[in-house]
């Protein structure tokens, strides 16, 4: 009895110990044209790729047209998986009107807590079309803060708003900052190189996360536009990966009606 007693107190040091790290799960998912175009079983079949994580970053919210109702269905859907979720929409971002959209964050209340008001940057709003949406969250008394983009297009030159994330750290000083989204640009672009200089690294190198219009063989994947971009100081990575959600689908095209991106996730612990 004594050594059982010894076992379980020296059990709950180690735990206690453990407890100095709060581990949280965040996905982001770019869902092509998010709005009342997606049918309910379209929002049910995306409640179950995101059940498991804590925190989830919607990108590509449409500004009309259903966008902020299509996250409240989402939220509906992610309760009835067996977890209470909550929601926050953010408003239009400041862009030319065939480019506006919202930003969405869902958390489950059980494992994080939001922190004050999220809002998109005002620091750079004539600079960047649809600039970054902000939340801060809190798990096990430690607190980060997520900044979802989506970037311009390819074609039109994102780095030239990109270049402006290097600044946002020191415009939000002492907050443990996560950059996550679609951000139309590999990891290997110069663009970043000012953050990883920071101290800020990424959670994949290579890894496509968009998907082509049709697969040649079993590749599927197109480009290397999905990331998280993390500060290595304040966070430690447990693991990164995507959600092949399109191998449910007979062909891609079907997969694409859900979204022509993955959803991509970062599990870590906050130091």
């Not at 079983?41 to 500004?63: G, H, P, T, Y």
């Not at 960047?128 to 969250?137: G, H």
């Not at 663009?191 to 063989?217: D, E, H, M, N, S």
């Amino acid at each position: 009895m004594l050594k059982q007693l010894r076992f379980l107190i020296l059990a709950s040091l180690w735990l206690f110990s453990a407890a100095g790290f709060a581990q949280v799960s965040l996905c982001s998912w770019n869902i092509q044209n998010f709005g009342k175009s997606k049918p309910d079983s379209a929002i049910d079949f995306m409640a179950q790729q995101l059940r498991k994580f804590d925190v989830v970053a919607v990108v590509e919210v449409v500004a009309g047209n259903g966008g902020a109702q299509a996250v409240a269905r989402l939220a509906a859907a992610l309760n009835r998986t067996g977890a209470k979720w909550d929601y926050i929409i953010s408003d239009p971002t400041v862009c030319s009107p065939a480019r506006c959209e919202r930003y969405a964050y869902l958390w489950k209340p059980s494992r994080v807590k939001k922190v004050g008001e999220a809002s998109l940057d005002k620091n750079f709003q004539l600079e960047i079309e649809r600039e970054p949406y902000l939340a801060q969250f809190e798990s096990a008394g430690k607190r980060f803060t997520v900044a979802c983009i989506h970037a311009l297009p390819k074609k039109q030159q994102p780095e030239t708003e990109l270049k402006y994330l290097q600044y946002l750290p020191s415009k939000y000083p002492g907050q443990t900052i996560i950059f996550c989204g679609d951000f139309n640009l590999p990891e290997s672009h110069s663009v970043f190189i000012p953050l990883k200089t920071a101290g800020y690294l990424t959670a994949f190198k290579g890894q496509r996360t968009t998907l082509k219009t049709k697969c040649v063989g079993d590749n599927c994947l197109a480009s290397e536009y999905d990331n998280f971009f993390y500060d290595q100081k304040r966070i430690q990575l447990v693991q990164s990966g995507v959600i092949e959600f399109y191998r449910s689908f007979t062909d891609v095209r079907t997969a694409r009606r859900i979204s022509d991106h993955l959803p991509v996730y970062l599990k870590f612990n906050l130091r």
